[in-house]
């Protein structure tokens, strides 16, 4: 089962703006990051256990550049400027999926952007450690 971390919910913090004029995302906004390297969208995520788990990330990017990022985890680059394509329109919204590796309890994963164009704007980070949902609604 995933868990969704919005970014514009502390403890996520956004090196920029948490705004909310491009419409298609999730809760009350995005993080719109400054334009710049290193202008980082953080998240905050708790693991169940150690071990492997998928992180969906939730982005726009209009510009006609890719935006590529590095994934930290807790510090240490787990993806070395990770490719957030263009997704056509800040309106129209994409998800990118990634392998990493968590602490059981807390941990920080940072998306760091590696060029001057900054982060494609982010909707949301969620993570799944796989098992069975253990709260299933239907
Ligand atoms: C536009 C867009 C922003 C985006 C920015 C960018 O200003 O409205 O949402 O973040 O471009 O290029 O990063
Ligand atoms: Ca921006």
Redesign the pocket.
Known sequence: AATRYEAESAPATCD?LI?S??AGFSGSG?C??T?AAGAAAQFTVTAAAAGAATIAIRY????TAG?PADVLVNGAVAHAASAFDPTGA?TSWGTKTLAVSLNAGDNIIRLSPTTA?????IDYLETDQGGPDPNPTG
């Open positions: 920029g705004e004029n491009h995005f719109n990051g334009n726009a990017n209009g510009a935006r800040w164009d900054g982060l494609a704007n």
